[in-house]
């Protein structure tokens, strides 16, 4: 079974610009939920989206959006960029069962953004 | 809200020591706990989860101990070796369902 995908692996992009991150979850999996890490802030959570439809969202601003397809594959995209956003995102999948707080989390290798 | 507390580094220690990497956690309710490692270069995997109270968690001779008394679950593994050398996150999941982690530990062996 193949693991979470995320393309690019890396982008290079400058202030202002806007950018697209993709992540294919795996094969079964109707949650993909998406991380900012950096060094000074750690992992910050995104947002979750399940079922195409947003499901939780995390606190950044309005600048950062995602969308989820009928396959289950997202994207996530930054607009007007700042250097505070480079960072690696990460997306991880899982089921989405709430049946219980322990699910467990399947992550991709992530997308290194430099914003310059 | 909920947070989670986790001792920095990097810690260094020898092959086969003993080690111990510290976390607390401030959560409303029963959350669930979690280990996340994340290897160079590569994504975040899960070492090991406890649901409730006592439960341990284990996995690659690396075990948890879910303690509501003292709001902790500290990671320990008994001898460790030079591919444990990674960063590791203490994590926990509540009634809304977000992942808070804390902010990484990162783990130096040396042989």
């Known amino acids: 079974k193949a693991g979470v995908t995320q393309t690019p692996r890396y982008l290079i992009k400058t202030r202002g610009q806007q950018v697209t991150l993709s992540c294919s979850p795996i094969?079964?999996?109707?949650?993909v939920s998406w991380y900012q890490q950096t060094p000074g802030q750690g992992l910050q959570f995104l947002f979750e989206y399940f079922s195409e439809t947003q499901r939780n969202k995390g606190n950044f601003p309005g600048r950062f959006s995602g969308r989820q397809f009928s396959n289950s594959r997202s994207e996530m995209n930054v607009s007007t960029l700042e250097l505070g956003d480079s960072a690696l995102y990460l997306c991880a999948s899982s089921l989405g069962d709430r049946s219980s707080t322990n699910e467990k989390l399947f992550f991709g290798s992530g997308t290194q953004l430099s914003v310059l | 809200g909920n947070s989670v507390t986790q001792m920095e580094g990097p810690v260094t220690l020898s092959e086969e020591a003993f080690l111990t990497i510290n976390c607390t956690y401030t959560a409303t309710g029963y959350p669930s706990l979690f280990w996340y490692v994340q290897y160079p270069g590569e994504g975040l995997q899960l070492l090991l989860k406890?649901?409730?109270a006592d439960d341990k968690g284990s996995n690659k001779g690396f075990e948890a101990t879910y303690r509501k008394e003292t709001t902790s679950f500290h990671l320990e593994k008994g001898s460790v070796q030079v591919s444990d050398s990674a960063v590791y996150f203490c994590a926990l999941r509540g009634s809304n369902y977000q992942l808070i982690w804390g902010a990484g530990t990162k783990l130096i062996i040396k042989p």
């Open positions: 094969s079964g999996h109707r949650s």
């Open positions: 406890a649901t409730k």
